[in-house]
């Protein structure tokens, strides 16, 4: 069982930035963001695997980075050049199991454990 436990949401400004973090309190394989605006589905934001290997959704590449601290079991998402089409609640995810050939899927399905979520609200 991990349990995940978002931080660092909030309102901001047409370009500014955020970082959101999330502590798990267990071992993951994959971590990811994910993120649901009003009336859409779950998109996948960005992944990481425990030795750091990452992909990130093609509407934040450039703009998004995800990174961890092993040490501190902390995920995080540091956003720049916000923009309104950002605002959204976002999620923390994890898994423990290896699959798909080590790769950490950019799928909701694919992860067992999530946070509460935290709010980003982009204003223009």
């Known amino acids: 069982q991990v349990h995940l436990v978002e931080s660092g949401g909030g309102s901001a400004q047409a370009g500014a930035s955020l970082r959101l973090s999330c502590v798990a309190s267990?071992?993951?394989?994959?971590m990811g963001w994910f993120r649901q605006a009003p009336g859409k589905e779950r998109e996948g934001v960005a992944t990481?695997?425990?030795?750091?290997?990452?992909s990130i959704a093609d509407s934040v590449m450039g703009r998004f980075t995800i990174s961890q601290d092993n040490a501190k079991s902390t995920l995080f998402l540091q956003m720049n050049s916000l923009k309104p089409e950002d605002t959204a609640m976002y999620y923390c995810?994890?898994?423990?199991?290896?699959?798909?050939?080590?790769?950490?899927?950019?799928?909701?399905?694919?992860?067992?454990?999530w946070g509460q979520g935290t709010q980003v609200t982009v204003s223009s």
């Open positions: 995810a994890a898994d423990q199991r290896w699959r798909s050939g080590g790769a950490c899927l950019m799928s909701a399905n694919f992860y067992n454990y």
């Open positions: 990481i695997r425990v030795d750091g290997s990452t």
């Open positions: 267990g071992y993951t394989f994959c």
